[in-house]
């Protein structure tokens, strides 16, 4: 039996597609993934593949990144990670060899400023931006007139969101979605009363 890990709804992407069993890789990750790959699934992988003392630094690590990206942040717990932020670069300097560090890792000390700043981390990640760009990529059609194109397809597009209001209710449009899971199976015509 294969052990799976399950996360709510649209909380994390399907990391088994990305894997290669030839290669011993993981691709395609998006930047959420890795975040949850690094709060959630690496603790759990490495555990007995490494030593004690390495498994403590790397579940050290991910303690601070799900302490940093919660939905509500206080003041006492950003001047703890400020405190540990330092320590714990220190600690991981210890473990990897110095080609590992590129300015990416050194930025683990600012982030906890930058959240004392600005507030809870998802209000200024930039996923959404990511999605709505993806979105306007797969519109353009003509590369040599990328504004027109994209303005054209948006155009095209609520044209036919605004049609699709007086289809019938049998026909699934963008008004009248088709159910996402089998949710008329589960019902009954019993009657408690």
Same mark, same amino acid.
């Given at each position: ?11 994390? #992407? ?16 998006? @930047? ?79 982030? @906890? ?39 054209? #397809? ?18 699934? @449009?963008?008004?009248? +979605?088709? +159910? ?14």
């Amino acid at each position: 039996m294969d052990p799976e890990v399950m996360f709510p709804d649209g909380y994390a #992407a399907n990391l088994r597609r990305g894997v290669n069993l030839s290669t011993l890789r993981v691709l395609g990750m998006k @930047s959420h993934d890795y975040h949850i790959w690094i709060e959630r699934l690496l603790l759990a992988m490495v555990r007995g593949f490494v030593p004690e003392n390495v498994w403590l630094v790397l579940a050290e690590l991910s303690y601070f990144f799900r302490q940093l990206c919660a939905k509500e942040l206080s003041r006492t717990v950003i001047d703890d990670l400020e405190r540990a932020a330092p320590l714990l670069l220190c600690r991981l300097e210890k473990i990897f060899p110095p080609g590992f560090f590129l300015p990416m890792q050194h930025l683990i000390l600012h982030l @906890s400023n930058e959240a004392r700043m600005t507030g809870p981390v998802q209000f200024h990640w930039c996923y959404p931006i990511e999605r709505c760009l993806k979105v306007l990529r797969k519109k353009c059609r003509n590369k040599a007139r990328i504004e027109a194109s994209i303005a054209e #397809a948006s155009v095209l597009e609520e044209v036919s969101n605004f049609t699709t209001t007086y289809y019938a209710e049998n026909l699934p @449009s963008i008004h009248n +979605p088709p +159910p996402r899971y089998n949710a008329r199976e589960n019902e009954s015509n019993l009657s408690l009363f």
